[in-house]
């Protein structure tokens, strides 16, 4: 597949088949998350894979009523969450040098994308889920201090296709020279 085709047919799945994903298929996902550029190379990515059915329903109760991926973190045969290490991404010598402050959130963007990428072109789907109680999922997770929970990642077999959602032209966000 082309990576911009790949990069096209990418979309937020939320519903799983009752499949599990070959190790083999799941070290490409990782592989793809440990090729990923970070700020002076830190790496400040930390992942949980969660399999166990009843952690991944204590996940789910960390989430809103309205959320559209709740049911998704029960269905997908796993889910991955994307953590941080704090106060790496974005400093040298223990000091801040962005005017961003901590780069984490950038970096694990990259990650996420990557990730998320080589899930599509390897047949699986993935949502990027955000809308949760951090703190409560790092209790669940035993997420230990100076580090951060970024997102979930339910991924799996997606059950139904979807569309591609109307995107902006690009001449509607590019700007030449100036803004």
């Not at 991955?80 to 984490?104: H, N, P, Q, R």
Request: charged letters at 25%; hydrophobic letters at 40%; one cysteine or more.
């Amino acid at each position: 597949m082309d990576l911009l085709e790949i990069i096209k047919g990418r979309r937020s799945i939320r519903r799983y088949q009752d499949k599990e994903i070959p190790e083999d298929d799941l070290n490409k996902v990782l592989e793809a998350v440990q090729w990923s550029p970070s700020w002076a190379n830190t790496q400040c990515w930390e992942l949980v894979l969660v399999k166990d059915p009843e952690i991944k329903k204590a996940l789910q109760e960390t989430m809103g009523k309205g959320n559209p991926a709740k049911k998704s973190i029960t269905e997908a045969p796993i889910v991955i969450a994307m953590c941080a290490k704090l106060k790496s991404s974005g400093y040298y010598k223990g000091e801040v040098t962005t005017k961003f402050g901590d780069w984490f959130m950038y970096d694990l963007g990259i990650a996420t994308q990557n990730l998320c990428l080589m899930a599509h072109a390897l047949g699986l789907g993935t949502v990027i889920v955000g809308l949760f109680d951090h703190d409560k999922v790092a209790e669940i997770l035993k997420v230990p201090e100076g580090y951060e929970i970024v997102t979930l990642i339910p991924i799996g077999y997606p059950a139904a296709d979807s569309k591609a959602p109307k995107r902006r032209d690009i001449k509607e966000f590019t700007h030449e020279n100036t803004f």
